[in-house]
C-alpha cells in the first residue's frame, strides 16, 4: 500500500505532464497534480504515524 500511492502520484504527475504538453484538455489536467500532491502528503502521514 505505501508504494502504492508513491506509483499512483508518479503515474498522474506523467499524465498531467503529456497533458499539459501534447493536449489541450482544460481543467481535468490541473487536477491531476493536485491529486498527485495530496497522495504524497498522505504517503508522508503514514510514515510518520508508523515509526511514533
Same mark, same amino acid.
Given at each position: 500500500? %505505501? %508504494? $502504492?500511492?508513491? /506509483?499512483?502520484?508518479?503515474?498522474?504527475?506523467? /499524465?498531467?505532464?503529456? *497533458? /499539459?504538453? @501534447?493536449?489541450?484538455? *482544460?481543467? !481535468? $489536467?490541473? $487536477?491531476?497534480? #493536485?491529486?498527485?500532491? !495530496? @497522495? !504524497?502528503?498522505?504517503? $508522508?502521514?503514514? #510514515?510518520?504515524?508508523?515509526?511514533?
Amino acid at each position: 500500500m %505505501n %508504494n $502504492i500511492l508513491y /506509483f499512483i502520484a508518479a503515474i498522474l504527475i506523467v /499524465f498531467w505532464l503529456l *497533458g /499539459f504538453m @501534447l493536449f489541450s484538455l *482544460g481543467i !481535468i $489536467i490541473h $487536477i491531476l497534480p #493536485v491529486v498527485a500532491v !495530496i @497522495l !504524497i502528503i498522505l504517503r $508522508i502521514m503514514q #510514515v510518520d504515524k508508523e515509526t511514533k
